[in-house]
Nanobody, 122 residues
């Protein structure tokens, strides 16, 4: 059983930056593809960024390309989401999730963190 704990959310002004972290325990971290999702108030959950187990392949939603970067540190069992040039529409609860497989950027995410709030003020 994999446990995921996110941190790093907060309140930031538009144009600012934040780094989210998600630390995993209970599994072999490098065997899982990891992803960040977000859900804004009244909106459906959407995939933001995905990274393969090896860290060599990444995928991004069009809305965050060029602004967000996903990375992972196997030694720390941690995946990061570096968010730059934040916009008010990035306001959401951000979740990390783990999948045992990844195909064309899609996986089956059986493990989820509790979420961390990101609020971007205009």
């Amino acid at each position: 059983q994999v446990q995921l704990v996110e941190s790093g959310g907060g309140l930031v002004q538009a144009g600012g930056s934040l780094r989210l972290s998600c630390t995993a325990s209970g599994g072999t971290f490098s065997t899982y593809a990891m992803a960040w999702f977000r859900q804004g108030q009244g909106k459906e959950r959407e995939s933001v960024a995905t990274i393969s187990g090896s860290g060599t392949t990444t995928y991004y939603a069009d809305s965050v390309k060029g602004r967000f970067t996903i990375s992972r540190d196997t030694a720390k069992n941690t995946v990061y989401l570096h968010m730059n040039s934040l916009k008010p529409e990035d306001t959401a609860v951000y979740y990390c999730a783990a999948s045992r497989w990844l195909l064309n950027g899609h996986g089956q995410y059986d493990y989820w963190g509790q979420g961390t709030q990101v609020t971007v003020s205009s």
